[in-house]
């Protein structure tokens, strides 16, 4: 029987939720309750949301919640993208979360 820990697409999105935060962790501190909270905030509302949709009984439901985790995804990216900008983060590290995003996309 297929649990929430054995579904690929929350394990993956929870791999990238840890990164972000850890990533976040590294912003000045005069980010903590602007930029660090809000990508903290939309890297762990894509699980959470997963993890919602996965509960609900009638399909429909379910994929509604997938789109929410999916606005959360491109919410998230874009505040590395706001990261990347203001030099928090190197272009490099943005590439690798840029993969990542588009990887959960498809799934």
Same mark, same amino acid.
């Given at each position: 029987? #297929? ?7 929350? $394990?993956?999105? +929870? ?8 990533? /976040? ?11 660090? /909270?809000?990508? +903290? ?19 429909? &439901?379910?994929? #509604? ?17 706001? /990261? ?13 979360? +840029? &993969?990542? #995003?588009?990887? $959960?996309?498809? +799934?």
């Amino acid at each position: 029987m #297929q649990t929430l820990d054995t579904l690929e697409v929350y $394990l993956l999105a +929870k791999e990238y939720r840890r990164d972000v935060v850890r990533t /976040a962790n590294t912003f000045p501190k005069e980010e903590k309750f602007l930029l660090t /909270a809000q990508i +903290k905030d939309s890297a762990r509302s894509i699980t959470a949301n997963i993890a919602e949709g996965y509960g609900r009984y009638h399909y429909q &439901e379910a994929i #509604q919640f997938c789109r929410i985790a999916r606005g959360s995804l491109l919410e998230t990216y874009d505040h590395l993208s706001s /990261a990347l900008d203001e030099g928090y983060i190197p272009e490099s590290l943005f590439g690798t979360f +840029k &993969e990542r #995003q588009e990887s $959960l996309l498809k +799934k």
